[in-house]
Structure formats: structure tokens, C-alpha cells
């Protein structure tokens, strides 16, 4: 018998209100069922936020500090528990282990900056411009979040929404990717054990169109967090907006990565096979687009099919692994479609294109990593997000008409620069049109304490990470206090 697993709302492990279940499958053999997890409604949401209201009472008047002991508490664990956690992870979600490590290492960051941070959730103090009166603000937490959260990080993306808004003060309903829901369910268990009080967290697993929407839509929810597609992103960007909600959106990206002639070849080869096939090319920051000057690009191309040609895919918890499957049978649907489109479109397919031929790799969701080369800029597979392991390479000749592709997307997540050049180095963190910009090194590798997001159709001008994502999850109060005994009229009286 497969383990049930249930929500975790108003302080108790429940069944949903239906009584349905999903079942979670490792999508790198599908005979094996990790178990079946709550198909939840809105009945369950309704629950949820009505406990997470009270809840959130008591919590939002825990001063700030010990609301950052509990994180501290919360980091402690996740160090013990990291491997088991990982393993978890990549059974459900199967990237590589070494990934997955990363994943929980991401959420460790996370919760003990968001520890620290419990100890400087600052305001500001100002002079006034009237005598005998002080002027300042702070932070106030604002009440029931509601994130919504995707299958590809699945511990970090939760910790980067979650830590916060409890450092914060406020009470949390979450809806995690229903394709890796066993993560969070072991991330609520630590939150729990960490002494955070059981109401402030509330667990609710289901879809999107079901669960996430009442989410969503729910009146009592003033504060959405979401990370996922921009079309996805743009609906519920709709309703947050007819409702008056706070929204932080996540969304697509196409980031490239500019390799000059005057690279180091060998530390772009690297950091290009990293980025581009490296979680299976199922990050928002992968790098899908490799743009080679023509002065290196024929040498640079067959170097790269080459070492691509030598990933071995595999059961990411095995040793020997590089590329682990795709999430479900959709998303490589998805990524054969595109490799039509690529071919159609009479791209030159340099290598992959195809699923692998091994028998041990039959039940999973696995697929060559795949480069196209001879692409336009405007082409589809130069355009449009793929999330999976497809790079498309374009040449140029110029920094000029590099950054002029770069830009020309309707995302702007990451971008990547290889160059000797100082100048061009400083030129690019200007000139690209990105919210991140690395150099010399991938279109991956963000830090838990920078703030992370992109630029046009990749968010909504608000950063999870770093200092800024706490200006998200709290409200800023301003406090005049007069202390002349007269009537001092701002504007009037000082002149
Ligand atoms: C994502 O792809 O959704 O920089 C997040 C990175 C990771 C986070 C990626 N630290 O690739």
C-alpha cells in the first residue's frame, strides 16, 4: 500500500474535504509511487486561511527577533536532515543529488538570513521639517500569505517565499507544484519542530486550476507569492489586480550566455554544460540561448557537442549520473515539440533531439540534451521558453549585436558574459537588459542573500532573496509624534 499523505491545516495532519487523491510518481522510474497526496479544493483553502487568520494574531506580536530564533531552529534541522532531504527530493523530482544538495543547502541560507533578519527588520528614523517633531517608520507584518510554489526547486523556492514572511510576521498557506509535494510536507514537519507555532503554517497540496486558485481568489489572502509560468503568471496576475492583492511573480526566462573571442574556451565549455544541462534545463536561469562570436564558434560548437555527447543520464540518487529525467511525460512532449519546431524551422541539429535508447532508462521521462546551432534570433527556439534540455546557438559578431540579441526577448531573468575584456565586462553589467548578470560564469548560480528576479515579461518588479524580499512581506507604517504642545501645520507653518 502506497503512503497516504494528508494537508496540514488548523494545527492537524488531515484528508482533504473531497476525499480525492494525486498520486506522486519518481519521474525517473514511474513504477515507483512516492504515494498519493490530497487533491484539495476550496473547502481546504477556506479552512486553512480561517486558521491561519487567528494564528496570525498571536504570531505578528512575537517580537521579530524570537520569529528569527525559530528560523535559526529551522536551519539547525535542515543541516542534520539535508541528505535524507535531498534524497527525497531527487526521488520525486530527479535532478541529481549533488543538485538537490544544493537545493537544501539554498533553504539552509535562506533560514539563517532570515534569522538574522528578525534582529534588523529596519525602519527609518528622519528629521522632520517641523520643530519639537519626530518621524519615522517601521515594518508591520501584513497577515495570511498565500504562495504558490514550482516543482524544480522544491525546497529552496518554499524557503525563499516562506522564511521571510514569518520573519515578518505573518501566517502562511502553501500550495506546493503538485509534482513535488512530499518536499514540503518534510519542510512543514521541521517548521513544526522547530517550535513554530502549528497554525502559522498551513499545508495545503493540490493542483492549480483547484487548490491554487482558491488560493488565489480568496478575499481573506492579501499577499500572493508565485513562481512558475508567465502564463499562469498573468492570470493570476488579473485577479490579484481586480482584488487589490500584493503579488510577487517568478516566471519564464530565455537567458543567454555571450561567449567572446577572447574567452577562456575551457571555463565557458564548462560553465555552458552546466548551465544549459544542469537540473535538466528545468531552471528559470538556464541558459537556453549560447550566443559565439564568429572568430570561435565553429571550434567552440564542435568542443560543446562533443562534451554534451558524454553526459550520462541517469537515476539522479545513482553515482555516475549528470542529467536526470524530466519532470512528467508533458514537459518532454513539450521539449519534443520544440525539437520539431527546431527542425522545421531548419535549425542544424547538432546533437541530441531524441530520447536515449538505453532499456534501464524506459520508465523515466528522459531526453538528450540537445543543441540546435544555425538559429536567427527571432526564431521560435531562440524565443520562447523551453524548460528542458535544449540550448539554441546563435552566432554574432559583435558585442554590440550580442547585446542586441540578449535583449531582444521578452524576458529578462539572467544573462552571462565570457570575456577577457574588463571594459566589456563592465559594458555588459550596464548594457543587458537582465536582473542578473554574470561574468564569467553561468546564467545559474544566484545566492540565497542577493536579491533575485528578472526584468520584463520574467516578473513584476519584485525580488525574492536578499534584503528587498522583506519590503514584500511587510507593510511600512510611518509614525509622527509632536512633541511642541502647539498646532504645527506641515508645509505651512516651517516656511
Ligand atoms: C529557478 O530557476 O527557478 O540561480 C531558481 C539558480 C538557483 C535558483 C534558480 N540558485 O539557478
Not at 513584476?460 to 519590503?471: A, I, K, L, Q, S
Amino acid at each position: 500500500m502506497p503512503t497516504t499523505f494528508r494537508n496540514f491545516i488548523a494545527g492537524r495532519w488531515v484528508a482533504p474535504a473531497s476525499g480525492a487523491y494525486f498520486e506522486n510518481r519518481n519521474p525517473a522510474n514511474t513504477r515507483d509511487l512516492i504515494g498519493r497526496f490530497p487533491d484539495s479544493g476550496s473547502a481546504d483553502v477556506n479552512a486553512a486561511v480561517r486558521s491561519a487568520e487567528e494564528a496570525f494574531r498571536r504570531w505578528s506580536r512575537v517580537p521579530a527577533p524570537a520569529r528569527g530564533d525559530v528560523l535559526k531552529q529551522v536551519g539547525d534541522l535542515l543541516t542534520e536532515r539535508k541528505e535524507e532531504i535531498a534524497r527525497a527530493m531527487t526521488r520525486e523530482m530527479g535532478k541529481v543529488l549533488a543538485e538537490s544538495r544544493g537545493d537544501v543547502q539554498e533553504g539552509i541560507d535562506t533560514a539563517y538570513y532570515a534569522a538574522s533578519e528578525g534582529r534588523r527588520l529596519f525602519g527609518h528614523t528622519v528629521p522632520s521639517e517641523l520643530r519639537s517633531k519626530w518621524a519615522m517608520s517601521y515594518r508591520r507584518p501584513i497577515g495570511v500569505v498565500g504562495l504558490i510554489t514550482p516543482f524544480n526547486f522544491p525546497l529552496a523556492i518554499p524557503t525563499w517565499k516562506m522564511f521571510p514572511a514569518l520573519v515578518c510576521g505573518n501566517a502562511v498557506v502553501i500550495k506546493p507544484s503538485e509534482d513535488v509535494p512530499h518536499t514540503v510536507h518534510l519542510l512543514v514537519q521541521i517548521l513544526l519542530e522547530a517550535g513554530l507555532p502549528p497554525e502559522v503554517i498551513q499545508l495545503v497540496h493540490g493542483r492549480g486550476e483547484t487548490a491554487g486558485q482558491a488560493l488565489v481568489e480568496h478575499p481573506r489572502v492579501p499577499v500572493i507569492s508565485f513562481t512558475g509560468s508567465t502564463a499562469t503568471g498573468a492570470m493570476i496576475g488579473e485577479t490579484c489586480g481586480r482584488m487589490h492583492k500584493r503579488l510577487s511573480l517568478e516566471m519564464g526566462g530565455k537567458n543567454a550566455m555571450i561567449v567572446m573571442d577572447d574567452a577562456d574556451l575551457e571555463l565557458a565549455l564548462e560553465g555552458v554544460l552546466w548551465g544549459a544541462f544542469g537540473t535538466t534545463g528545468q531552471r528559470c536561469t538556464a541558459t537556453s540561448r549560447l550566443l559565439l562570436h564568429r572568430r570561435i564558434h565553429d571550434r567552440f560548437l564542435r568542443r560543446l557537442a562533443e562534451a554534451t555527447e558524454g553526459l550520462t543520464l541517469g537515476d539522479g540518487r545513482k553515482d555516475g549520473a549528470d542529467v536526470g529525467p524530466l519532470i512528467h511525460e508533458a514537459a518532454r512532449e513539450k521539449v519534443e515539440g520544440y525539437v520539431e519546431i527546431g527542425r522545421e524551422e531548419g535549425l542544424e541539429l547538432v546533437t541530441g533531439g531524441r530520447r536515449p535508447r538505453s532499456p534501464k532508462l524506459r520508465n523515466g521521462w528522459f531526453y538528450r540534451p540537445t543543441i540546435f546551432a544555425g538559429a536567427r534570433a527571432g526564431s521560435r527556439l531562440a524565443q520562447e521558453e523551453i524548460f528542458g534540455p535544449v540550448l539554441t546557438v546563435i552566432r554574432f559578431g559583435s558585442f554590440d549585436e550580442a547585446v542586441r540579441i540578449n535583449n531582444g526577448v521578452r524576458y529578462g531573468l539572467s544573462s552571462s558574459l565570457y570575456t577577457g575584456d574588463t571594459n566589456l565586462a563592465f559594458r555588459a553589467m550596464q548594457e543587458l537588459d537582465n536582473g542578473i548578470t554574470y561574468v564569467n560564469a553561468p546564467t545559474i548560480g544566484a545566492e540565497a542573500h542577493l536579491p533575485f528576479g528578472g526584468v520584463k515579461q520574467t516578473g513584476n518588479g519584485h525580488r525574492e532573496g536578499g534584503w528587498e524580499v522583506y519590503d514584500f512581506y511587510s507593510e511600512t507604517k510611518v509614525c509622527y509624534v509632536d512633541y511642541s504642545g502647539t498646532l504645527q501645520r506641515a508645509q505651512i507653518d516651517n516656511y
